[in-house]
T-cell receptor, first 111, second 113 residues
Framework: KQEVTQIPAALSVPEGENLVLNCSFT??????LQWFRQDPGKGLTSLLL?????REQTSGRLNASLDKSSGRSTLYIAASQPGDSATYLC??????????FGKGTRLSVIA | GAVVSQHPSWVICKSGTSVKIECRSL??????MFWYRQFPKQSLMLMAT?????????EQGVEKDKFLINHASLTLSTLTVTSAHPEDSSFYIC?????????FGPGTRLTVT
């Protein structure tokens, strides 16, 4: 059974810092991995999706990497801003199955 | 891009009543939709897989008689919380499958008083 772990559970950084969020998964047979952002009381916003054949994806200040063989992904946020404060969720898709989510990392960026 | 909507976005109901939540795929057809529940400061927990034209598949520990799922068309799945109790208060999110991606609705906040 696929399990997804996110470290750290919570993170507080000053504005302007670069930061890395970690995600690991136990079964490397995945189709893709996705990073989401969730603001309090809101739904999910998809940030980046990495197909199993890809190594990384970039969108603005966000860069996500995938090492499928080792079961790891990282989300890199450059020059963090207070507006980046949210919970970041990692999820893996293994084909015709529901996404398996990690428990998330709660990020606070302090001005 | 693919869009999934949910209705209502929030609902308050009295204990013992039933509440229906709709999940629609607006610009694509989805044979499979998923229903998740999220408690405060927790991650999403899969409740059930909704299959168009057949019975839903429920996760262990989820009461199928309490959480009724109907996927009557390729663009609509409904979740009915029957005889709701305060402990059913939660954030309910649906998603729909399109090729190898899932697209999420904005969620429904249910409060049972």
């Amino acid at each position: 059974k696929q399990e997804v772990t996110q470290i750290p559970a919570a993170l507080s950084v000053p504005e302007g810092e670069n930061l890395v969020l970690n995600c690991s998964f136990t079964d490397s047979a995945i189709y893709n991995l996705q990073w989401f952002r969730q603001d309090p009381g809101k739904g999910l916003t998809s940030l980046l999706l990495i197909q199993s054949s890809q190594r990384e994806q970039t969108s603005g200040r966000l860069n996500a990497s995938l090492d499928k063989s080792s079961g790891r992904s990282t989300l890199y946020i450059a020059a963090s801003q207070p507006g980046d404060s949210a919970t970041y969720l990692c999820a893996v898709y293994s084909g015709n199955t529901p996404l398996v989510f990690g428990k998330g990392t709660r990020l606070s960026v302090i001005a | 891009g693919a869009v999934v909507s949910q209705h209502p976005s929030w609902v308050i109901c009295k204990s013992g009543t039933s509440v229906k939540i709709e999940c629609r795929s607006l610009d694509f057809q989805a044979t499979t939709m998923f229903w998740y529940r999220q408690f405060p400061k927790q991650s999403l927990m899969l409740m059930a897989t909704s299959n168009e034209g057949s019975k839903a598949t429920y996760e262990q520990g989820v009461e199928k008689d309490k959480f009724l799922i109907n996927h009557a068309s390729l663009t609509l799945s409904t979740l009915t919380v029957t005889s709701a109790h305060p402990e059913d208060s939660s954030f309910y999110i649906c998603s729909a499958n399109l090729i190898n991606e899932q697209y999420f609705g904005p969620g429904t906040r249910l409060t049972v008083t």
